[in-house]
């Protein structure tokens, strides 16, 4: 698996028992520590949509438990977003350059959209090295979604130490 030695890929957020977050009160994913990597993506895939525009945010902390309550707004300036993503042809991506929001007017249900986080984008000064996604509430409809994140770019050779061959063992 040549992908998994130099990505690392992750649930940014989840939801008991439903692979798909409904985010109707908004929704908060999980710190995703980027100390080994200098990419970090988020891969957003909507489910259904039924209402409302929900504003996704990013923030930044020194730890994955924000144990110093030093939680911080991180900006990012563009997204990519695959209106067919559901279509068996290729899917085509396009570059906004803004901040996300994932809007009722587009329609998104079966969209895609990836938010990408250099990490030199942190305040690593302040030793600043965490990252979550934050959705905004859209309303009181049932507005489901789902969010992966992927590290990528090692800073230290990759994950092959980490990788088990299961022929070999």
Known sequence: MEFLKNHQV????????????????????????????????????????????????????????????????????????????????????????????IANANTPDNEAYLIEIEADMLDADNKFDCVKIVFGTPGAQNNYLNCIAILSDPRYGGLESQMVDPVAN
Not at 57 to 84: M, P
Not at 91 to 101: E, F, M, R, S
């Open 10 to 101: 992750v649930a940014a957020m989840t939801e008991t028992n439903d692979p798909r977050c409904n985010i109707t009160g908004g929704q908060v994913g999980d710190w995703i520590c980027m100390k080994g990597y200098n990419r970090l993506a988020f891969l957003i895939v909507i489910d259904a949509w039924v209402a409302g525009d929900s504003a996704v945010t990013l923030q930044q902390s020194t730890d994955i438990a924000n144990s110093l309550g030093d939680a911080k707004a991180l900006t990012y300036a563009e997204n990519w977003r695959c209106a067919a993503y559901s279509l068996e042809a290729a899917p085509v991506w396009v570059k906004t350059a803004a901040a996300l929001t």
